[in-house]
């Protein structure tokens, strides 16, 4: 069964939804976890419960697209846990608009966290994995990294940008036994959705305020959109030894929603 007990993980955007779903999880397993946000509430709140639940984390505060700061967060983790083995690079936002409406303020802000901020975070933490010969790199992809969708338009080309910045890590890294893979989950009920309801409503392509989310789903094979701990197995898996000799895949993890 694959562990992550005894590793040292940082998850970028683990101050609400996936990402506070792995690191409480991974923490409960046994991993020291850095809960990586941009929102210092939000990243010691996480902090705080899993302290309180008896696992080690420590809230590192920065935004991922400023190297700056990417580089004082990682290295106050190196100090605190003593290396990296395992970096989710799982910050991302959204925010919709319809295609000929596009700004290039819209565009340049999500394809900047979205894309940069994997580029930024996996040249950082490799830094610190390179000499050790050994870690992990794991993104968080989509399934709008498969298949364009309009009123999405800068998302879904920040996620296939982060598809194929999984190949080309793991191709360059995989000379210091450095893995790189993603994951592409579908519709997940998340704080993310609660704008984006509004956003879509306002834009004629959702009936109600809040109901974006569920008519986003109406092709879900398994009949509703996913909770954080639908993935959380599956981030265990490739955080863990478990995965060891795959690199440069996308595992699709979306209830069946995208078959390529």
Known sequence: MATVAGRNIVITG????IGEGFAKAFAEDGAKVGVFDLSEIN?????????KAGGEAKALIGNVADR???KRALKEFVDWAGSIDVIFNNAGFNKAMPFMEVTEENWRSIMDVNGLGVLICTQEAAKFMIP???GKIINTASIAGRQGFPNFTPYCAS???VNALTQATAKELSQYNITCNSFAPGVVDTPLWKPLNQDLYEMGAAQKPDSAINEFSVG???GRPAKPNDLVGMAMFLASEDSD???GQTIMIDGGMIFV
Do not use: D
């Open 14 to 17: 683990a101050g609400s939804g």
């Open 43 to 51: 990243a010691s709140r996480v902090v705080n419960e899993i302290v």
């Open 68 to 70: 700056q700061q990417v």
């Open 132 to 134: 050790k010969k050994s």
């Open 159 to 161: 996620k296939f940008a």
């Open 220 to 222: 879900i094979l398994k």
């Open 245 to 247: 000799y795959m690199t």
